[in-house]
């Protein structure tokens, strides 16, 4: 069992909680352009989070139109729960691992980042040139 399930949160509706969590009080346009869904997508998606009670919808005070979510009080403490439970899980993991290929993974993931930010250079440079 996932540390989420005992809340029935999918792995979408999860992030769309974190997302929410780290903005603040974005707007549905925001949310669907930051996960690459149709607004109408996210509408539906935020709906279910709001019957269960994790977040709110707000129309912005300043313009009508736009529709902001934030997270209630018990999303809040849905999303500290859930990150308090990956933490642990985490700990456990390394606590299993010999210390000395905790410092091999160390490394292994230093030399991953690295790799990924000259390839995202590279990837970067060709669309800069179109």
Known sequence: MKFWDFRGLTISQLRL???VR???RPSVGDLAAE???????LTGLAERLVVQGLIRREHDQRDRRIVRIR???EGRRATDEISA???AFVTAVFDEMAPNRLLDFA???EEFAEAA???SQRVG???DSG
Do not use: H, I, N, Q
């Open 35 to 41: 996960m690459m869904v149709r607004p109408a997508t």
């Open 22 to 24: 780290e903005a603040g």
């Open 85 to 87: 439970a990956g933490r």
């Open 17 to 19: 909680l974190f997302l």
């Open 117 to 119: 930010a000259k390839v």
């Open 71 to 73: 997270l209630s009080e």
């Open 125 to 127: 440079d060709l669309g």
């Open 107 to 109: 490394a292994c993931l």
